[in-house]
């Protein structure tokens, strides 16, 4: 069964210093999407991504946050500069369609980010 | 906007024991609701769904029904397992502009052997 797949399972990085996590979603899906957990809370919306552009954004999702799908199988996300706030697991999710109601996301495994 | 409340946890459970966890949702109109499992470790798994008013959504012995006067959502178990410990998100797709998947904040389960 097709799956989505994220790298590296755990990312641990400096404060201040730039990071990009990586997500393979199902080959067919057309939206994309990244989501945000802080250790014992909530998962978050970031950023849903269709035909190249960011169709919407969370108030979380600052400037120092980017997305882009340099290939036709890659989505990526980066922080610029990160923060100790920024450690959390960062979920990417896929679905075949965006807005219908009955279509599902598909989530990957998650990047756990360890910021120090 | 768009929300999902669901019962803080954790729950502590001993095998065989019957299972709720409590959702209710407020949206516009009548979306499809999810629950999604995560279990330790790992990340998101969609466990049932329910696309409209009284569709009832089952997987591995897990039951919700999409209860539109009560606007909830609840998943019940008859018996569980100690692999039934996890974490249980009830999630519901925005209908308020975007795409995007909003969660509940999560219930802790734990089933004792």
């Known amino acids: 069964e097709p799956e989505v797949t994220q790298t590296p399972s755990h990312q641990v990085t400096q404060m201040g210093q730039e990071v990009i996590l990586r997500c393979v979603p199902i080959?067919?899906?057309?939206?994309f999407y990244w989501y945000r957990q802080i250790l014992g809370q909530k998962v978050e919306f970031l950023v849903s991504?269709?035909?190249?552009?960011?169709?919407?954004k969370s108030e979380i999702f600052d400037d120092q946050f980017s997305v882009e799908r340099p290939d036709g199988s890659n989505f990526t996300l980066k922080i610029r500069s990160t923060k100790l706030e920024d450690s959390a697991m960062y979920f990417c999710?896929?679905?075949?369609?965006?807005?219908?109601?009955?279509?599902?996301?598909?989530f990957g495994p998650g990047t756990r980010l360890t910021v120090t | 906007g768009d929300s999902v409340t669901q019962m803080e946890g954790p729950v502590t459970l001993s095998e065989e024991a019957f299972l709720t966890i409590n959702c209710t949702y407020t949206?516009?109109?009548?979306?499809?609701l999810f629950w999604y499992v995560q279990y330790p470790g790992e990340g998101l798994q969609l466990l049932l769904k329910?696309?409209?008013?009284?569709d009832k959504g089952s997987n591995k012995g897990f039951e919700a029904t999409y209860r539109k006067e009560t606007t909830s959502f609840h998943l019940e178990k008859g018996s569980v397992q100690v692999s039934d410990s996890a974490v249980y998100f009830c999630?519901?797709?925005?209908?308020?502009?975007?795409?995007?998947?909003?969660f509940g904040a999560g219930t802790r389960l734990f089933v004792k052997a």
């Open positions: 999710a896929s679905s075949p369609l965006g807005g219908a109601d009955s279509y599902e996301q598909y």
């Open positions: 080959s067919n899906h057309l939206y």
């Open positions: 991504f269709y035909n190249n552009e960011i169709s919407e």
């Open positions: 949206a516009t109109g009548y979306p499809s």
């Open positions: 329910a696309t409209k008013a009284d």
């Open positions: 999630a519901l797709p925005s209908r308020t502009g975007g795409f995007k998947t909003i």
